[in-house]
């Protein structure tokens, strides 16, 4: 038994170090290999699904090397590009140890199910640690952050599996093949919502707002310990009642089905849907299996147990394709153009179809770690999120309306810099250093596993110490958003016609309260152009949308509108009465950041706003230069 737990362990923190390679890797993809929506996304898709393709190869390396050699070394090469993906400076380097991370952590997991009759435990655990320390971490991970504390804690669980290296392995038995092949599909949708804590955090927002934004909310990850604990308790449990062979698969699918509903104020209860129903299933595939596979896992011979561990071994490697493949055509869908909501279904669909199809076994093995106690540690950790991470800060006009406000666009790139890596602190800096007022974000993702499943509002906003506003555009995790000093009041979200454009675009309007009665109106978007064409459609809609919520006040308009100005698109905005806020500067280009040639990242004013200081400040947090300016208030 105390054997069955270290090597449940082991198992765990393998599947722990493959997702934090995960979340390098992944973004890596559209950051440094290809660029999102300049890339052609069929490039980027085969790529990212090459790898996983030749990892298909490792269950023959596997039977005719050995399991045990073949994981040690994968082990050891797992654990190195682990650490050194800390100390990387970004760029190739970056991308190729992320690769070679995830191809040594893709041959592990094949050798060790050779090995593995009973995997569940191992992949549960790994899967709910994984979510309770990310949540913990308030979505920004050890691998992304170089201090000390970083360093230890990763140099500590680098260590502690490859100790795990030298336990002894006895027969493994038939069965356990199931369970293997849904580790993917498992991680593809626990990361993408069952045990996302940036998702539940954002639709935690949603729920404060309820008007079709998302705000700052009070306690974002207090669903995160809820899901954690309704995964592993499910997950953990030995024989599955009956009615846990109806209700995990049908709680699942309910779950998948309301996250592709595309809803912000649906994202708490898809989370908590897909992590029981998930968790549920993966216990009715660990329950599988024979007698033999649960009395007397030695009795089915050498040559049955070789037999069985390469079925394990492609079961593994084929359930991560279907990771792979889930993942590409979900994300793929911002840059083609096409309806993506079907992909989290299917891949639900599969997971329940491989779990109901399951055949109990006739005995069972004595679960290596007891549910209760195990949920109970897991969810206890998660539980500290709300309280170490959730820092919510606070907007007041309590010293009066100001004579001048201060107001920086940038476009952020998802929270990554030109050298592919993940840096919010970079971000704040660049922001900081304007000492701005009012910010207004583009390209604002808060969840999307593709880059790493962080919630980059929440982080610089914590950061600045500004609370937000957000406006959802191509789902309700990516788009828009404003950040204040002053009060925000009557938000309202504007969905702009695509127009051929594949990735959605909106326009989100607040209203600053300055007090004594003095309001500014704020508007904060992204344009997405129609291949080959200017946004004049989207440009127009804002102009229009921007100037009937103003009614009159002072309203400023900004964000990356990829228009130049004199192109028609630009002149929509000044036709309709608003003035070009960074004229006094111009030519004032902002892409690309390393060598900026285009002037696309605008602020627009109404003419009784009088702009100063216009500034474009050079730096490579993102791809784009932020731009910022001095509005001065009308007196009276």
Known sequence: MRNRQLTTGWLALGVILVIDVLRVWLPGIITIFGQAASTPAELMGAFALGWFLLALAAPALVRRVGARPIAVVAAVVLAAARLALTATPGGRPQLWLATAGLLAGLVWLVAVAADTDRPVPGLALGLGLTAAVHALLDTYDLVWRSDWVAWLLSAIAVVLFLLGTALPTGPAGPGGTRAWLLAGPALLLAGMVALAPALARTGTSYLVAGDGVARSPLSGLAPVPV?????????????????GR??????????????????????????????????????????????????NPGSVGSVGSARWGGRRGYAVAAGMVVFALG???????????????????VVAVLVAVVAVAARPADRFATAPLPPVRTTAVVAALALLAPVV?????????RDGPPGRLTVVAYNIRMGFGLDGRFDPDGLADAVGRQRPDVVLLSEVDRGWL??????????????????????????????????????????RTLPLPAVGAPTG??????????????????????????????????????????????????????????????????????????????????????????????????????????????????????????????????SG
Not at 227 to 243: C, H, I, K, Q, Y
Not at 338 to 343: F, L
């Open 389 to 397: 991470a959730d820092d919510v800060p606070v907007a007041t006009n």
């Open 246 to 295: 109806v209700l995990g698969p049908t709680s699942l699918l309910a779950g998948a089905l309301l996250f592709a509903l595309d809803r912000g104020d649906l994202l708490v209860p898809a989370a908590l849907l897909a992590a029981v129903g998930l968790g549920a299933c993966l216990a009715l595939t660990g329950s599988a299996g024979s007698a033999g596979s649960a009395g």
């Open 450 to 491: 593709l880059n790493g499943g962080h919630d980059t509002l929440d982080l610089l906003a914590d950061r600045l110490g500004m609370p937000y506003v957000f406006g959802p555009a191509a789902d309700p995790v990516w788009g828009d958003a404003v950040l204040s000093r002053w009060p925000m009041t009557d938000p």
């Open 505 to 634: 675009a909106q326009a989100l309007a607040v209203t600053l309260d300055l007090s004594e009665g003095v309001t500014v109106a704020v508007v904060s978007t992204h344009l997405q152009p129609p291949p080959g064409r200017g946004p004049v459609v989207q440009a127009r809609a804002v102009a229009d949308f921007a100037i009937g919520y103003a009614d009159g006040r002072p309203l400023m308009v900004a964000g990356d509108l990829n228009t130049e100005p004199g192109d028609e698109a630009f002149g929509t905005f000044t036709n309709a009465g608003l003035v070009d806020a960074l004229a006094a500067a111009r030519p004032l280009a902002t892409s690309p950041a390393d060598d900026p040639r285009q002037q696309i990242d605008h602020v627009l004013v109404s003419p009784g706003l009088t702009a100063t200081g216009p500034v474009a400040p050079r730096g490579t947090a993102s791809d784009h230069l932020p731009v910022a300016v001095t509005l001065t208030l009308p």
């Open 327 to 345: 993942a590409v055509a979900y994300y793929s869908a911002y840059d083609l153009g096409y309806p993506n909501g079907a992909v989290p279904v």
């Open 227 to 243: 899901a954690v604990a309704g995964f592993l308790l499910t997950a953990l449990t030995g024989r599955p009642r009956r009615w």
